[in-house]
């Protein structure tokens, strides 16, 4: 059976500090990765998506980035945290093709202080 | 642009009733629906997904309907528990778009009081 867990669960950091959430699938091969942002008050925020190792996409302009080094790992990072970052962030992954059912990791929770 | 809308925004019932949870979409060319249930702090678990050539899925005492020409799905749950308390959330994938975007609702907070 595929897992997919996300780490750390949570994060306090420093106005300007760099951050790095890491996100691993087990148990299926070439998944969509999938990493989200919800924030109080507001829906879930697709942040980036990736179809295979080193191809990143971005749906909106931000001081995040992500990266795929390897085919069942995606990590989102920033070089210096801001305020507006905090919030709840959720991997998920997807088969390539077919229904696209999302499974969600359980969340890290980022506080930028 | 896609917009999803969940109403209402928080419910409250008592334990034992039935209760509709509501979703609209805005723009009816969508390829699936899927709804999900989030405990407090944690991550999404997918409840039910329907094709956009069904109209309704089943899961236990979960039924989700879907009429795509209007826009709308519901969630229907027979005989609420206070486990069922959790925060509801819809996503459409949209037919025309992006193959992997999903647009969510806000969701519902679900509370079942004993």
């Known amino acids: 059976s595929q897992t997919i867990h996300q780490w750390p669960a949570t994060l306090v950091q420093p106005v300007g500090s760099p951050l790095s959430l890491e996100c691993t699938v087990e148990?299926?091969?070439?998944?969509?990765l999938y990493w989200y942002r919800q924030a109080a008050g507001r829906g879930l925020q697709l942040l980036f998506y990736?179809?295979?190792?080193?191809?990143i996409s971005s749906e909106v302009p931000q001081n995040l980035s992500a990266s795929r080094p390897q085919d069942r790992q995606f990590i989102l990072s920033s070089k210096k945290l801001l305020l507006s970052d905090s919030g709840f962030y959720l991997c998920?992954?997807?088969?390539?093709?077919?229904?696209?059912?999302?499974?969600f990791g359980a969340g890290s929770r980022l506080t930028v202080l | 642009k896609q917009e999803v809308t969940q109403i209402p925004a928080a419910l409250s019932v008592p334990e034992g009733e039935n209760l509709v949870l509501n979703c609209s979409f805005t723009?009816?060319?969508?390829?699936?629906l899927q709804w999900f249930r989030q405990d407090p702090g944690k991550g999404l678990t997918s409840l039910l997904l329907?094709?956009?050539?069904?109209r309704e899925q089943t899961s236990g005492r979960l039924n989700a309907s879907l009429d795509k020409s209007s826009g709308r799905s519901t969630l229907y749950i027979a005989a609420s528990q206070p486990g069922d308390s959790a925060t509801y959330l819809c996503?459409?994938?949209?037919?025309?778009?992006?193959?992997?975007?999903?647009?969510f609702g806000k969701g519902t907070l679900l509370t079942v009081n004993p």
């Open positions: 998920a992954w997807s088969r390539i093709s077919g229904a696209n059912v999302l499974t």
């Open positions: 990736s179809v295979g190792i080193g191809q």
């Open positions: 329907i094709q956009s050539s069904q």
């Open positions: 148990g299926t091969s070439n998944p969509n």
């Open positions: 723009d009816s060319a969508i390829y699936n």
């Open positions: 996503a459409v994938k949209d037919s025309g778009g992006s193959n992997y975007k999903l647009t």
